[in-house]
């Protein structure tokens, strides 16, 4: 089983960026691709993006202005780069593997990292 | 904007059946949108459930089930236990590597 950790960056000011990164282990991050999604405290889940091992991305209408990911498979790892946050981008932010057996479902996440935007 | 509908709290008695639902603002659920359902509990990653409406993940016990009922995809918990309490949410396949969450039904077991 395949199995996802996030990195921690903790506190992150207004207006930065949040960078972010999930390790894989237990499997190639080569044909497969990948997802963050992310929950506001109190509130409900969010699919923010998606990238394929070939670079191919995708993320939500609302960030895709400020969303940035690659992958680096040398290192079995994918990152997320989000532009000029405010308070609202307050989450924890899962990583997860997003097709698994040619269907397009999260069959394994990571266990989440707060990420708090304040000055 | 793409909105995915769920009801936001639901209620079933131990030993009970619910069926909780995943709906369109604008259109029908369909097979085509590969719908799928998680689980989670306060503080923890979500679990998966359900893919492609009706495959249970490894693991899942088969009082879990998928469907469509009408234009809404459904979770049907059948023989409801006290630690199904929980978020359980929905999301929908867009295509393109695109899904939508639903905004989550709040279960209670009581």
């Known amino acids: 089983q395949v199995q996802l950790q996030e990195s921690d960056p903790g506190l992150v000011k207004p207006s930065e960026t949040l960078s972010l990164t999930c390790t894989v282990s237990?499997?190639?991050?080569?044909?497969?691709?990948w997802s963050w999604i992310r929950q506001p405290p109190g509130k409900g889940l969010e699919w923010v993006g998606y990238?394929?091992?070939?670079?191919?991305?995708n993320c939500n209408p609302s960030l895709k202005s400020r969303v940035t990911m690659s992958v680096d498979t040398s290192k079995n790892q994918f990152s997320l780069r989000l532009t000029s946050v405010t308070a609202a981008d307050t989450a924890v932010y899962y990583c997860?593997?997003?097709?698994?057996?040619?269907?397009?479902?999260?069959?394994?996440w990571g266990q989440g990292t707060l990420v708090t935007v304040s000055s | 904007q793409t909105v995915v509908t769920q009801e936001p709290s639901f209620s079933v008695s131990p030993g009970g059946t619910v069926t909780l639902t995943c709906g369109l603002s604008?259109?029908?659920?369909?097979?085509?949108?590969?719908p799928s359902w998680y689980q989670q509990t306060p503080g923890q990653a979500p679990r998966t459930l359900i893919y492609?409406?009706?495959i249970r993940s490894s693991g899942v016990p088969d009082r879990f089930s998928g469907s469509i009922l009408g234009n809404k995809a459904a979770l049907t918990i059948t023989g409801a236990q006290a630690d199904d309490e929980s978020d359980y949410y929905c999301?929908?396949?867009?295509?393109?590597?695109?899904?939508?969450f639903g905004g989550g039904t709040k279960l209670t077991v009581l």
């Open positions: 997860a593997r997003s097709f698994s057996g040619g269907f397009p479902y999260f069959d394994s």
């Open positions: 237990g499997g190639s991050i080569s044909s497969n691709s």
């Open positions: 990238i394929y091992y070939n670079r191919s991305t």
């Open positions: 604008s259109g029908s659920v369909s097979t085509s949108y590969y």
């Open positions: 492609s409406t009706n």
């Open positions: 999301v929908l396949y867009m295509g393109s590597g695109i899904w939508v």
